[in-house]
């Protein structure tokens, strides 16, 4: 018998998969805990529309992650620090500082866990960081530390 999971089962199947079950295992165990349902025609168009939805929202997603990227190519990221001698920074900027900057500055909101800093920003001068905004979508900010 086809079912239609409706959550995560271990060593049977994730949610919304449609998996072959005996007979006895769907009647007695997954229908009345409530883990699945019967592949019938109409199921498998709500299945079928709801991965359509999942899908339209994932592309769309994608489609704003390269817009924000193509505006960060035309922008530099002032951040004022407190320096000492030989343009020293007291400590580090963080992705968190970068972020709030952005935020500031350009009214782009990007999420502190994905900007990525390879090494510490700890001179004054400019620098480019990777942001990570969607699978396959990475932005470069370009950021300019000064007092």
Do not use: C, W
Request: glycine content about 6%; hydrophobic content about 35%; overall charge positive.
């Amino acid at each position: 018998m086809k079912v239609i999971l409706k959550d995560n089962i271990k060593g049977v199947g994730k949610k919304n998969e449609v998996i072959n079950a005996s007979d006895g295992y769907a009647r007695n165990f997954l229908f009345p805990k409530n883990l699945a349902v019967e592949a019938t025609p109409e199921n498998m168009q709500k299945l079928n529309s709801q991965n359509q939805a999942k899908q339209y929202k994932k592309d769309l997603e994608k489609e704003q992650a390269h817009q924000i990227a193509k505006k960060l190519e035309n922008i530099t990221v002032q951040i004022k620090v407190q320096a000492g001698e030989n343009g020293k920074i007291f400590g580090s900027v963080s992705s968190k500082e970068i972020s709030e900057n952005l935020e500031k500055q350009y009214k782009i909101t990007i999420d502190k866990k994905k900007i990525e800093i390879k090494e510490p920003i700890k001179v004054l001068g400019e620098r480019t960081v990777e942001a990570r905004l969607f699978e396959g979508v990475i932005g470069k900010i370009k950021i300019n530390v000064v007092t």
